[in-house]
């Protein structure tokens, strides 16, 4: 079955860096497009950013533009964010998200936590 695996949380301060992993399993990762999200309790789930199948293409959003970057390895089957520049409100759970056949499957997520 499908599963996905954060990893790579934790507390940092503000203006530090973290990456987060997402490894996959039990779906030919290389034929996805991925994508990480994030949510603050009480508010919606958010996109962050994506990537297509082969790495080619991404897009992130606005707030992330220039601080985090995402990229994938199809031969490890993971994908990662490496975020920069953390702020107080980038606070969060990270999940990573992939669609299939008209499903989404999420990670059980992984806690990030900028704080002085």
């Known amino acids: 079955q499908v599963q996905l695996v954060e990893s790579g949380g934790g507390l940092v301060q503000p203006g530090g860096s973290l990456r987060l992993s997402c490894a996959a399993s039990g779906f030919t990762f290389s034929s996805y497009a991925m994508s990480w999200y994030r949510q603050v309790p009480g508010k919606e789930r958010e996109l962050v950013a994506a990537?297509?199948?082969?790495?080619?293409?991404?897009n992130y959003a606005d707030s992330m533009k220039g601080r985090f970057t995402i990229s994938r390895d199809n031969a490890k089957n993971t994908v990662y964010l490496q975020m920069n520049s953390l702020q107080p409100e980038d606070t969060a759970v990270y999940y990573c998200?992939?669609?299939?056949?008209?499903?989404?499957?999420w990670g059980q997520g992984t806690q990030v936590t900028v704080s002085s």
């Open positions: 998200k992939v669609r299939i056949l008209l499903q989404n499957y």
């Open positions: 990537i297509s199948s082969v790495g080619g293409s991404t």
